[in-house]
């Protein structure tokens, strides 16, 4: 197959957004699909804030910013193409008979490259030999794991990761060395000249996709009263991959990028799962908003006590921001779901009071069907472990009522909660023996090693998430590092800080998760401040801002440490007069610095 001249990128702007109470920004939705003699492909990585925390390398980038640009974009990527059309030859046939016509198409075409050269089918079966031996049992993260390679990775013909490995989505790197025979596969076939010669067909259903995403995102943020603003440095991403199955959306998190991998069907052409999506832009618009009150939340810790039997992912159970911003969406959803009902029209030109009358009515009629229709909504989101949803739903209406934005009233939510009665309420709940799906999250896994160490210390099992720990380290092939954090916590709440401190030093010695070492030398800070020493103390914090964490309570710790020394509150049954009595650094106020959120 003869490789066709280089097409440049295809981009064009959508549309002007309207004005949202005269606040919404004019900007342009943008539309890509990338090409490899792009200046976006082509050219290094752009540096980029990794986290809002402390400046980093390049940030995983599927296409470079443009200054002032659209921070959301619907895009097509190569590299992911690349690892698509790979599974595919390898009997990746998910979804095949619900996906556009040009799956198939391309499918022949590989298939006609490698018919007739052996050096090709050699290729192939090297590449397909590498796949079955990295199948996982779960079709969504065998899947997954490839997803967060491809967009992580240089445009063909390198198709090398942008960053270093210990950088890589910790999935991605079980699959990582497929790479070499991906690239001896990719040239054998000529595929880039068969991504080429299928643009017409990816950007065609790129426009498709277009119009009904630009309601969403309009629609949501008009009702959420937000601006759609240009580009700051975070972005909402949609890629589309005809190449993948379309029952499946696969979405992710990565620093300030918002990544939304999907697929259109074929029936009706274009179509995705657009409520997947507008779920994952409304993570994008309300997790910063309910992370900037990140250090309000420790009053709300005693919810995540309510949902321990509830049928909910870890992180859920242990983190308390995650749980309100999960419980926020929930209920923005069922507050503007499509209740499946007609909504009455009202006349146009009334001539008799009867019309009016019935109008009115019907319009009673509806509201009352509509609002138990969200509300059984509700119930379920609560009996899935949701349980704030209730709240949020009710204060969002109260929103509603008062045309104010989200961001306006954000403080009010979360300041207002009487989180007694939550609590209580939450108690009571009849939990289900199975939760609801998230799309930006993985399927739920058992707990197993230092994970379930890390919920024993939750619950107050120290003893046990001791001993877990301890028969880490006996393995010379365990995790000793996190064992060595778990030991250090379980040393600080068992008040023996001489011994904390040796652990958090092994920690950063030998660990390599960015988590675990900024905590660790917040941990040694608040050390230190318990023994006066300021001066190392800040530097401790300082190291922390200085780790390439991408989770804010780290940066609200390190610089609460750096601009106050920290104080052991002291227990219950500590007598005042008892100067001597060891402290305990984090403290029982400090509830959050003894089991920080695990790495993302």
Same mark, same amino acid.
């Given at each position: 197959?003869?490789?066709?001249?280089?097409?440049?990128?295809?981009?064009?702007?959508?549309?002007?957004?309207?004005?949202?109470? #005269?606040?919404?920004?004019?900007?342009?939705?943008?539309?890509?699909?990338? #090409?490899?003699?792009?200046? $976006?492909?082509?050219?290094?990585?752009?540096?980029? /804030?990794? $986290?809002?925390?402390?400046?980093?390398?390049?940030?995983?980038?599927?296409?470079?910013?443009?200054?002032?640009?659209?921070?959301? /974009?619907?895009?097509?990527?190569?590299?992911?193409?690349?690892?698509?059309?790979?599974?595919?030859?390898?009997?990746?046939?998910?979804?095949?008979?619900? !996906?556009?016509?040009?799956?198939?198409?391309?499918?022949? %075409?590989?298939?006609?490259?490698?018919?007739?050269?052996?050096? /090709?089918?050699?290729?192939?079966?090297?590449?397909?030999?590498?796949?079955?031996?990295?199948?996982?049992?779960?079709?969504?993260?065998?899947?997954?794991?490839?997803?967060?390679?491809?967009?992580?990775?240089?445009?063909?013909?390198?198709? $090398?990761?942008?960053?270093?490995?210990?950088?890589?989505?910790?999935?991605?790197?079980?699959?990582?060395?497929?790479?070499?025979?991906?690239?001896?596969?990719?040239?054998?076939?000529?595929?880039?000249?068969?991504?080429?010669?299928?643009?017409?067909?990816?950007?065609?259903?790129?426009? *498709?996709?277009?119009?009904?995403?630009?309601?969403?995102?309009?629609?949501?943020?008009?009702?959420?009263?937000?601006?759609?603003? #240009?580009?700051?440095?975070?972005?909402?991403?949609?890629?589309?991959?005809?190449?993948?199955?379309?029952?499946?959306?696969?979405? *992710?998190?990565?620093?300030?990028?918002?990544?939304?991998?999907?697929?259109?069907?074929?029936?009706?052409?274009?179509?995705?799962?657009?409520?997947?999506?507008?779920?994952?832009?409304?993570?994008?618009?309300?997790?910063?908003?309910?992370?900037?009150?990140?250090?309000?939340?420790?009053?709300?810790?005693?919810?995540?006590?309510?949902?321990?039997?509830?049928?909910?992912?870890?992180?859920?159970? /242990?983190?308390?921001?995650?749980?309100?911003?999960?419980?926020?969406?929930?209920?923005?959803?069922?507050?503007?779901?499509?209740?499946?009902?007609?909504?009455?029209?009202?006349?146009?030109?009334?001539?008799? *009071?009867?019309?009016?009358?019935?109008?009115?009515?019907?319009?009673?009629?509806?509201?009352?069907?509509?609002?138990?229709? *969200?509300?059984?909504?509700?119930?379920?989101?609560?009996?899935?472990?949701?349980?704030?949803?209730?709240?949020?739903?009710?204060?969002?209406?109260?929103?509603?009522?008062?045309?104010?934005?989200?961001?306006?009233?954000?403080?009010?939510?979360?300041?207002?909660?009487?989180? %007694?009665?939550?609590?209580?309420?939450?108690?009571?709940?009849?939990?289900?023996? #199975?939760?609801?799906?998230?799309?930006?999250?993985?399927?739920?896994?058992?707990?197993?090693?230092?994970?379930?160490?890390?919920?024993?210390?939750?619950?107050? %099992?120290?003893?046990?998430?001791?001993?877990?720990?301890?028969?880490?380290?006996? %393995?010379?092939?365990?995790?000793?590092?996190?064992?060595?954090?778990?030991?250090?916590?379980?040393?600080?709440?068992?008040?023996?800080?001489?011994?904390?401190?040796?652990?958090?030093?092994?920690?950063?010695?030998?660990?390599?998760?960015?988590?675990?070492?900024?905590? !660790?030398?917040?941990?040694?800070?608040?050390?230190?401040?318990?023994?006066?020493?300021?001066?190392?103390?800040?530097?401790?914090?300082?190291?922390?801002?200085?780790?390439?964490?991408?989770?804010?309570?780290?940066?609200?710790?390190?610089?609460?440490?750096?601009?106050?020394?920290?104080?052991?509150?002291?227990?219950?049954?500590?007598?005042?007069?008892?100067?001597?009595?060891?402290?305990?650094? $984090?403290?029982?106020?400090?509830?959050?610095?003894?089991?920080?959120?695990?790495?993302?």
């Amino acid at each position: 197959m003869s490789l066709p001249a280089k097409p440049s990128s295809f981009r064009h702007p959508a549309f002007l957004l309207v004005c949202l109470a #005269s606040s919404l920004l004019l900007t342009p939705l943008s539309v890509r699909a990338q #090409s490899s003699s792009s200046s $976006s492909s082509s050219e290094s990585p752009p540096d980029a /804030t990794i $986290s809002k925390e402390a400046p980093a390398k390049s940030a995983p980038r599927i296409a470079q910013p443009e200054a002032g640009g659209s921070a959301i /974009t619907l895009e097509t990527s190569e590299p992911l193409f690349d690892l698509a059309v790979a599974l595919n030859v390898c009997g990746y046939d998910d979804g095949l008979a619900n !996906s556009a016509p040009v799956r198939l198409k391309i499918r022949d %075409d590989i298939n006609a490259q490698i018919a007739p050269s052996a050096d /090709t089918r050699t290729s192939r079966d090297a590449l397909c030999a590498y796949v079955r031996e990295h199948t996982l049992v779960d079709a969504s993260l065998n899947l997954a794991q490839y997803i967060s390679l491809a967009l992580y990775l240089s445009p063909p013909p390198s198709l $090398s990761p942008i960053v270093g490995e210990t950088e890589l989505p910790p999935d991605s790197t079980q699959v990582v060395n497929i790479l070499p025979l991906l690239r001896t596969f990719a040239e054998s076939v000529n595929l880039h000249a068969i991504w080429i010669e299928h643009r017409a067909e990816y950007e065609d259903l790129l426009k *498709r996709v277009h119009d009904p995403l630009t309601r969403t995102i309009l629609s949501t943020n008009i009702y959420l009263h937000l601006p759609v603003s #240009s580009y700051d440095g975070r972005r909402f991403l949609v890629l589309l991959e005809p190449m993948l199955s379309p029952s499946v959306t696969n979405a *992710r998190i990565y620093s300030n990028d918002y990544i939304v991998v999907t697929s259109p069907a074929a029936e009706p052409l274009g179509a995705v799962h657009m409520d997947d999506i507008r779920h994952s832009y409304l993570h994008y618009e309300i997790e910063p908003l309910v992370y900037s009150r990140a250090s309000a939340m420790e009053r709300l810790q005693p919810l995540l006590k309510a949902v321990q039997d509830a049928p909910l992912d870890y992180t859920y159970k /242990t983190e308390i921001v995650p749980l309100i911003t999960e419980c926020l969406i929930k209920a923005v959803e069922d507050r503007t779901m499509d209740v499946g009902i007609p909504k009455p029209a009202k006349p146009t030109a009334v001539k008799q *009071r009867a019309e009016i009358e019935q109008y009115n009515a019907d319009l009673s009629a509806y509201e009352r069907e509509a609002e138990a229709t *969200r509300r059984k909504a509700v119930d379920l989101a609560m009996r899935q472990g949701w349980v704030l949803t209730e709240y949020f739903y009710n204060q969002v209406g109260q929103m509603e009522k008062e045309s104010v934005s989200l961001k306006e009233y954000m403080g009010e939510m979360v300041y207002g909660m009487d989180v %007694d009665r939550e609590r209580h309420h939450a108690q009571q709940i009849a939990f289900l023996p #199975s939760g609801s799906r998230d799309v930006l999250r993985r399927a739920p896994q058992q707990l197993t090693g230092l994970q379930l160490a890390e919920e024993k210390i939750f619950k107050g %099992d120290l003893a046990g998430a001791s001993d877990i720990a301890n028969k880490v380290l006996a %393995d010379p092939k365990g995790d000793h590092a996190q064992a060595h954090y778990v030991l250090a916590r379980v040393n600080l709440m068992q008040r023996q800080p001489g011994a904390a401190f040796a652990d958090f030093q092994e920690v950063l010695d030998s660990s390599k998760d960015p988590r675990t070492l900024a905590w !660790s030398h917040i941990y040694l800070g608040r050390l230190y401040d318990v023994k006066d020493d300021r001066r190392k103390a800040v530097a401790e914090y300082q190291a922390a801002l200085t780790v390439r964490d991408a989770q804010p309570d780290t940066k609200a710790a390190a610089e609460k440490g750096i601009k106050e020394p920290f104080v052991a509150p002291k227990v219950a049954h500590q007598q005042e007069e008892d100067d001597d009595a060891p402290l305990d650094p $984090s403290g029982k106020a400090e509830k959050d610095a003894y089991r920080p959120p695990p790495p993302h």
